[in-house]
């Protein structure tokens, strides 16, 4: 409900149109422009021929700069994604092929200590079915048998 994102969108979708033009209507220029120039190169003169270079050029310009706009409107929506899919996904991917613990370190979260509590505990061992559990442990964590 807030403004931002809205203003937001708004914004990026000028970037994209205005982006979009300047990206057709440059080309157009940029063609013409050399088209005359080097229709003028090859029957004319060997005099350079500004006046159509200066419209390749400006038309090539144009073309840039939509492109630039192109990829700041889509800039916002990019990095949103890889924040929000891309980067949850390796993470996911790199826990499943550690199998939780982390390669080298990577995929190891916080929460590993509390996950692998089982093993890293060194408390007393279940009579019942063998596992490790905490010093002040009650009943077992593999089992749930009293420790007792
Ligand atoms: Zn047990």
Same mark, same amino acid.
């Given at each position: 409900?807030?403004?931002?994102?809205?203003?937001? +969108? +708004?914004? +990026? #979708?000028?970037?994209?149109?205005?982006?979009?033009?300047?990206?057709?209507?440059?080309?157009?220029?940029?063609?013409?422009?050399?088209?005359?120039?080097?229709?003028?190169?090859?029957? /004319?003169?060997?005099?350079?021929?500004?006046?159509?270079?200066? #419209?390749?050029?400006?038309?090539?310009?144009?073309?840039?700069?939509?492109?630039?706009?192109?990829n700041a409107g889509t800039l916002g929506a990019?990095?949103?994604?890889?924040?929000? /899919?891309?980067?949850? #996904?390796?993470?996911?991917?790199?826990?499943?092929?550690?199998?939780? +613990?982390?390669?080298?370190?990577?995929?190891?979260?916080?929460?590993?200590?509390?996950?692998?509590? #089982?093993?890293?505990?060194?408390?007393?061992?279940?009579?019942?079915?063998?596992?490790?559990?905490? /010093?002040? $442990?009650?009943?077992?964590?593999?089992?749930?048998?009293?420790? $007792?």
């Open positions: 409900m807030t403004r931002s994102p809205y203003d937001t +969108r +708004r914004s +990026r #979708t000028v970037l994209l149109v205005v982006g979009s033009l300047l990206l057709v209507g440059g080309a157009v220029i940029a063609y013409l422009g050399g088209r005359d120039f080097f229709a003028a190169a090859n029957m /004319e003169s060997m005099d350079p021929q500004f006046g159509s270079f200066f #419209t390749m050029a400006g038309g090539a310009f144009m073309v840039i700069f939509g492109i630039g706009m192109l990019q990095s949103r994604y890889v924040a929000g /899919e891309t980067m949850p #996904t390796v993470k996911k991917s790199a826990e499943y092929l550690s199998d939780g +613990r982390g390669i080298m370190g990577v995929g190891r979260t916080v929460d590993d200590g509390a996950a692998a509590g #089982t093993q890293r505990a060194s408390g007393p061992f279940c009579r019942a079915c063998g596992t490790r559990n905490d /010093e002040d $442990a009650r009943f077992c964590d593999g089992c749930g048998a009293s420790m $007792a």
